[in-house]
């Protein structure tokens, strides 16, 4: 099994990339939804780039996005899985993939390139705050 | 298949159980978060219950709690998936388990039981806030 350790090669410097990664979906609404967050986190420009991928179903691929990104010169690269909590997926499906990217074409491409594994969304009251929206908007029949 | 639609059975009234669906998980992170929202959710007292179900491998299950709660009295329910984006799971079977669960056994129990689904998390600043944060804790490192 590959830990998620093995591909967090931690650091400092300029320009990040964010890759936010999806589940993928049959349906287009993942898509959508992970499309949206990339959209407000980008127009903050507070990241050099902000890309989606998906780790199944749709595409970008995350090895696509990570290639294009390497290609582009960006030398640092966080990647976060957009799931509420750790699982299966962000524990070995993610980083599987993740490693097989970095140690195979990407390295091709700059070895000096830095890969950071987010943590994924966990329990916090902003989720909190959202379910209460929810709830609501359901119970007023919005 | 069955629409989110078939088991929104929406109305007004005292005395709402909300019901926090997860994915469910072979790990246990899954249900370690989504019970921490329940708790979070508790504390605050809006709710006269509050609970969470898992949609397969934990449990209690949908039926157990949709059961647990017409058993108590509970006459107004509000479901909500505990998921980023709509999909399969949230269209199609987590519906279906709801409906199962409705027009079965449960329904033996108390047919003016009011049940509303909820829609999931969906794109928001909210979660936009908490990707900002996972990314600079991953970048120092924390």
Redesign the interface.
Known sequence: MVKKEDICL?G?GEG?A?V?IG?G???P??K???E??RR??EI?E??KVVKVAFMQLNSPSIEEVLRTLAKDGMK?I?A?P???????HT?EDIPKKLKVAFEGAWKEIGEDVEL?????????????????D??N???S?E
């Open positions: 931690c400092d990040i964010v936010l589940h979906s049959t349906l609404y993942n959508e939804v992970l949206e967050l407000r986190i903050r507070i990241f640092k966080v976060l957009v799931f509420l909590a750790d699982g299966a524990i950071i594994y987010a943590k994924p969304l966990g329990a916090d009251d902003r989720i909190v705050s959202l379910i209460l929810r709830v908007e359901a119970v029949g």
